[in-house]
C-alpha cells in the first residue's frame, strides 16, 4: 500500500528525538504478526461482484501467477493458516489497503464453519484503527482457525494489499502506538503549518506561504491517510478517502517544489533548472488526478512511473538547491537539511520493502515522520534566520541612531550642536503655540574668546568652553533646552518665561558663566559673556527667533559686553520697553 494506492514516494532537537524515538518503539516492541503476502501464502479467485460470500466453496483458487481482470469484480484473496497462528484462539486481522467498494473476511475453522466480517466504502463500522488499518477479530471458538479469505469488491490495485495476522492484545497495542505515533506527527505538522502561515504574513515571505501550505497538505494526507479523519467524517471511509490522500501526496510534491523554489532568489540559479523544477514539481502535481481517478489494471505501472518522477523532481531541486548554495544562498542551505531525510526516506523505501514494518504503517508512516522532520526543520531554520535578520537590523538600527546621536552633538562639550538644537526645540516651539505660552531664545557669546586661545593656547579655549558648557547644561530641562551653536557661541530656549522673569533668567545665566573657575588653564583671568535674548508671544519658528536674538546679542556687545540685551515682540512688533529693560539689567 503506498500514498492511499498510487506510490511510495511521496524543530528538531527534542521534538524530532521524540519522533525518532516513537519510530524506534514501532521497531523494538515484540512483534508476532504474520503477513499475508500474495505469491507467497495467498491463492487468488475473480469472480463477479454479483456472487455471494457463501460462494467461497465453489471458487476455484490459484495458487500460481498474479490475477487480472478483478477491478470491475472480486478479487477473492485465501491464505492458510498454520505455525503459531492456527493454535492461537484469539488471532486478528489486520489489513492495510482502503482502495476498494467492498471487503468482506472469512475466518474458516476445522470444522468447516466460515464466519463473514465486512466493511464497505463509507461504513468502515468499528473495524477502522489508526495507521490506514481495518482490524477484523476472528470469533473465539474451540476449533482451530485454518483459513483466513478476504473478498474485495472492485479492487484499485492487489500489488498494494497487506494484511498480517496478529493476536488480539499485541493488535490493541499497536493500533494504541500507531495512534499516538500518528497523532504526535499531525499535531507537529498542524503547529508547523500555523507557525510558517504566521511568519509568513508577518515579514511577507512568499516561500513560507508555500512552506505553510506544503505542511497544511501533509497534515490532511497524513490524517486522511492515517483514518483519523473517520472519527468525524465516518462516510468518507474507504476509496473516496484513498483517492483524495492518493490527489494530495501529489499535491504536496509540487508544493514542496514550489516551495524550495521560492525560497531561493532568482539571481542565484541558472533558470533553466528552476524551471525544470517547476515543470516536473507541477506535472506530478497534475498527474495524481487521473491517478486518483483511475481503475485501470495499470495502477501499479503508473504508480511506479509517477514514483520515478517524483524522484527525478527530487534530484532537480536538490541540484538547483545546491547550485544556489554554493552562490551563497542560506535559504538553500537550510532546505538542503530539511530535505535530506524525507530524499533518504524515499531512496530507502524505493530500495527496501517496509510496507509490513513499523506496526503495519511501512512506507507511509516513515514517510509521515519526513514529514514532520521537515516541517519542523524549516520553522527553526526560518526562525533562525529571522532572529539573525532581526539582530542585524537592531544593530543597524543602533549604530544609525549613534550616528544620528553623535551628528547632532558637539563632539568637544557633549552639548547638542545647531542641528540637534532645533530637533529639540521644534517640539518646545510647537507646545508653546499650542498652549499660547512665551517663547524666548538665549544667545550667549563669549567676551574676548580669541584673547584665551591668542594668550594661552587652543587647549586652554578648549578647556573653558568645555566648563562653560558644564554650567550651562544644569539649565536643561523639560521647559529648556541649550546646545553650543558653534565656536564661542550657545543657546538655551525656554518656554513659559516671559517679562521681569525672563530678565533675571538670563541675569543668573550671565552671572553663573561669569562665576566659572578657569584658574587651572587661564590664571587669573575672569571669563564673561554676553546675552542676546529674543521673547516672544506667540511663539514662531526657530529662525524668526534667532535673528531677534543675534539682533540683542550684537546690543550687548557693542554696549560693552557683559551684559543681557532682551528683546521683546508681540504681534504688534518690538515692545516699546525694550530699551527701559536694558537700561534696568545693565545696571
Same mark, same amino acid.
Given at each position: 500500500?503506498?500514498?492511499?494506492?498510487?506510490?511510495?514516494?511521496?524543530?528538531?532537537?527534542?521534538?524530532?528525538?521524540?519522533?525518532?524515538?516513537?519510530?524506534?518503539?514501532?521497531?523494538?516492541?515484540?512483534?508476532?504478526?504474520?503477513?499475508?503476502?500474495?505469491?507467497?501464502?495467498?491463492?487468488?479467485?475473480?469472480?463477479?461482484?454479483?456472487?455471494?460470500?457463501?460462494?467461497?466453496?465453489?471458487?476455484?483458487?490459484?495458487?500460481?501467477?498474479?490475477?487480472?481482470?478483478?477491478?470491475?469484480?472480486?478479487?477473492?484473496?485465501?491464505?492458510?493458516?498454520?505455525?503459531?497462528?492456527?493454535?492461537?484462539?484469539?488471532?486478528?486481522?489486520?489489513?492495510?489497503?482502503?482502495?476498494?467498494?467492498?471487503?468482506?473476511?472469512?475466518?474458516?475453522?476445522?470444522?468447516?464453519?466460515?464466519?463473514?466480517?465486512?466493511?464497505?466504502?463509507?461504513?468502515?463500522?468499528?473495524?477502522?484503527?489508526?495507521?490506514?488499518?481495518?482490524?477484523?477479530?476472528?470469533?473465539?471458538?474451540?476449533?482451530?482457525?485454518?483459513?483466513?479469505?478476504?473478498?474485495?469488491?472492485?479492487?484499485?490495485?492487489?500489488?498494494?494489499?497487506?494484511?498480517?495476522?496478529?493476536?488480539?492484545?499485541?493488535?490493541?497495542?499497536?493500533?494504541?502506538?500507531?495512534?499516538?505515533?500518528?497523532?504526535?506527527?499531525?499535531?507537529?505538522?498542524?503547529?508547523?503549518?500555523?507557525?510558517?502561515?504566521?511568519?509568513?504574513?508577518?515579514?511577507?515571505?512568499?516561500?513560507?506561504?508555500?512552506?505553510?501550505?506544503?505542511?497544511?497538505?501533509?497534515?490532511?494526507?497524513?490524517?486522511?491517510?492515517?483514518?483519523?479523519?473517520?472519527?468525524?467524517?465516518?462516510?468518507?471511509?474507504?476509496?473516496?478517502?484513498?483517492?483524495?490522500?492518493?490527489?494530495?501526496?501529489?499535491?504536496?510534491?509540487?508544493?514542496?517544489?514550489?516551495?524550495?523554489?521560492?525560497?531561493?532568489?532568482?539571481?542565484?540559479?541558472?533558470?533553466?533548472?528552476?524551471?525544470?523544477?517547476?515543470?516536473?514539481?507541477?506535472?506530478?502535481?497534475?498527474?495524481?488526478?487521473?491517478?486518483?481517478?483511475?481503475?485501470?489494471?495499470?495502477?501499479?505501472?503508473?504508480?511506479?512511473?509517477?514514483?520515478?518522477?517524483?524522484?527525478?523532481?527530487?534530484?532537480?531541486?536538490?541540484?538547483?538547491?545546491?547550485?544556489?548554495?554554493?552562490?551563497?544562498?542560506?535559504?538553500?542551505?537550510?532546505?538542503?537539511?530539511?530535505?535530506?531525510?524525507?530524499?533518504?526516506?524515499?531512496?530507502?523505501?524505493?530500495?527496501?520493502?517496509?510496507?509490513?514494518?513499523?506496526?503495519?504503517?511501512?512506507?507511509?508512516?516513515?514517510?509521515?515522520?519526513?514529514?514532520?522532520?521537515?516541517?519542523?526543520?524549516? *520553522? &527553526?531554520?526560518?526562525? %533562525?534566520?529571522? #532572529?539573525?535578520? $532581526?539582530?542585524?537590523?537592531? /544593530?543597524?538600527?543602533? !549604530? =544609525?541612531?549613534?550616528?544620528?546621536?553623535?551628528?547632532?552633538?558637539?563632539?568637544?562639550?557633549?552639548?547638542?550642536?545647531?542641528?540637534?538644537?532645533?530637533?529639540?526645540?521644534?517640539?518646545?516651539?510647537?507646545?508653546?503655540?499650542?498652549?499660547?505660552?512665551?517663547?524666548?531664545?538665549?544667545?550667549?557669546?563669549?567676551?574676548?574668546?580669541?584673547?584665551?586661545?591668542?594668550?594661552?593656547?587652543?587647549?586652554?579655549?578648549?578647556?573653558?568652553?568645555?566648563?562653560?558648557?558644564?554650567?550651562?547644561?544644569?539649565?536643561?530641562?523639560?521647559?529648556?533646552?541649550?546646545?553650543?551653536?558653534?565656536?564661542?557661541?550657545?543657546?538655551?530656549?525656554?518656554?513659559?518665561?516671559?517679562?521681569?522673569?525672563?530678565?533675571?533668567?538670563?541675569?543668573?545665566?550671565?552671572?553663573?558663566? *561669569? &562665576?566659572?573657575?578657569? %584658574?587651572?588653564? #587661564?590664571?587669573? $583671568?575672569?571669563?564673561?559673556? /554676553?546675552?542676546?535674548? !529674543? =521673547?516672544?508671544?506667540?511663539?514662531?519658528?526657530?529662525?524668526?527667533?534667532?535673528?531677534?536674538?543675534?539682533?540683542?546679542?550684537?546690543?550687548?556687545?557693542?554696549?560693552?559686553?557683559?551684559?543681557?540685551?532682551?528683546?521683546?515682540?508681540?504681534?504688534?512688533?518690538?515692545?516699546?520697553?525694550?530699551?527701559?529693560?536694558?537700561?534696568?539689567?545693565?545696571?
Amino acid at each position: 500500500m503506498t500514498f492511499g494506492g498510487s506510490f511510495r514516494g511521496s524543530l528538531c532537537g527534542r521534538l524530532a528525538l521524540a519522533l525518532i524515538g516513537l519510530l524506534l518503539a514501532c521497531l523494538a516492541l515484540p512483534a508476532h504478526a504474520a503477513p499475508l503476502a500474495l505469491n507467497e501464502r495467498l491463492c487468488h479467485a475473480v469472480s463477479g461482484a454479483d456472487r455471494n460470500d457463501e460462494a467461497l466453496s465453489t471458487l476455484a483458487f490459484s495458487c500460481e501467477g498474479s490475477p487480472a481482470g478483478y477491478q470491475q469484480g472480486s478479487l477473492w484473496l485465501r491464505a492458510t493458516v498454520d505455525g503459531p497462528a492456527a493454535s492461537r484462539a484469539d488471532n486478528t486481522l489486520m489489513v492495510h489497503y482502503s482502495r476498494f467498494d467492498r471487503l468482506a473476511v472469512g475466518f474458516t475453522y476445522a470444522d468447516g464453519t466460515t464466519r463473514w466480517q465486512r466493511v464497505r466504502q463509507g461504513d468502515y463500522g468499528s473495524h477502522w484503527r489508526a495507521g490506514g488499518q481495518i482490524l477484523f477479530e476472528a470469533p473465539d471458538r474451540a476449533a482451530p482457525l485454518v483459513a483466513v479469505t478476504m473478498r474485495f469488491d472492485r479492487l484499485g490495485g492487489h500489488q498494494y494489499v497487506r494484511a498480517r495476522l496478529v493476536p488480539k492484545a499485541e493488535a490493541a497495542m499497536q493500533a494504541a502506538g500507531m495512534a499516538a505515533a500518528v497523532g504526535a506527527a499531525l499535531t507537529l505538522l498542524l503547529v508547523s503549518c500555523i507557525y510558517s502561515l504566521s511568519l509568513a504574513v508577518a515579514v511577507r515571505r512568499q516561500y513560507l506561504a508555500w512552506q505553510a501550505a506544503w505542511s497544511g497538505m501533509m497534515l490532511v494526507w497524513g490524517a486522511i491517510w492515517s483514518q483519523a479523519h473517520l472519527a468525524l467524517l465516518p462516510a468518507m471511509a474507504g476509496s473516496l478517502s484513498a483517492r483524495i490522500a492518493t490527489f494530495l501526496a501529489c499535491l504536496a510534491i509540487a508544493v514542496a517544489t514550489m516551495s524550495a523554489v521560492q525560497a531561493v532568489g532568482r539571481d542565484k540559479a541558472p533558470a533553466p533548472l528552476r524551471t525544470a523544477a517547476l515543470v516536473l514539481g507541477l506535472g506530478v502535481g497534475i498527474a495524481g488526478v487521473p491517478l486518483a481517478l483511475t481503475r485501470s489494471a495499470n495502477l501499479g505501472l503508473w504508480g511506479d512511473m509517477l514514483g520515478l518522477a517524483v524522484i527525478a523532481d527530487l534530484v532537480v531541486v536538490a541540484l538547483y538547491l545546491c547550485w544556489a548554495w554554493r552562490r551563497g544562498s542560506v535559504e538553500a542551505r537550510d532546505f538542503l537539511a530539511a530535505w535530506g531525510l524525507p530524499m533518504a526516506t524515499l531512496a530507502f523505501i524505493h530500495l527496501i520493502d517496509v510496507e509490513n514494518a513499523f506496526w503495519g504503517g511501512g512506507s507511509k508512516l516513515l514517510i509521515l515522520f519526513a514529514a514532520t522532520w521537515q516541517a519542523l526543520w524549516l *520553522a &527553526a531554520a526560518a526562525t %533562525r534566520r529571522l #532572529a539573525d535578520l $532581526r539582530i542585524e537590523r537592531d /544593530s543597524a538600527r543602533a !549604530a =544609525e541612531a549613534q550616528a544620528r546621536e553623535l551628528a547632532s552633538r558637539d563632539p568637544l562639550t557633549g552639548l547638542p550642536n545647531r542641528r540637534g538644537f532645533v530637533e529639540s526645540v521644534t517640539p518646545l516651539l510647537d507646545r508653546a503655540r499650542a498652549d499660547n505660552l512665551p517663547a524666548a531664545l538665549l544667545l550667549v557669546d563669549i567676551d574676548r574668546f580669541k584673547s584665551i586661545n591668542d594668550i594661552y593656547g587652543h587647549e586652554a579655549g578648549d578647556a573653558v568652553l568645555c566648563e562653560i558648557a558644564r554650567r550651562i547644561e544644569r539649565w536643561e530641562g523639560p521647559m529648556c533646552s541649550v546646545a553650543r551653536l558653534g565656536g564661542e557661541e550657545f543657546g538655551l530656549l525656554t518656554i513659559g518665561m516671559e517679562g521681569i522673569v525672563l530678565a533675571r533668567f538670563a541675569e543668573s545665566v550671565r552671572r553663573g558663566i *561669569a &562665576a566659572c573657575d578657569h %584658574r587651572d588653564v #587661564a590664571g587669573d $583671568r575672569r571669563v564673561t559673556a /554676553s546675552v542676546g535674548v !529674543a =521673547e516672544v508671544r506667540p511663539a514662531c519658528d526657530f529662525q524668526r527667533l534667532y535673528r531677534i536674538a543675534d539682533e540683542a546679542l550684537y546690543d550687548a556687545k557693542r554696549g560693552g559686553r557683559d551684559r543681557v540685551v532682551v528683546q521683546r515682540f508681540t504681534d504688534a512688533g518690538p515692545a516699546p520697553d525694550a530699551e527701559d529693560r536694558e537700561a534696568a539689567l545693565s545696571g
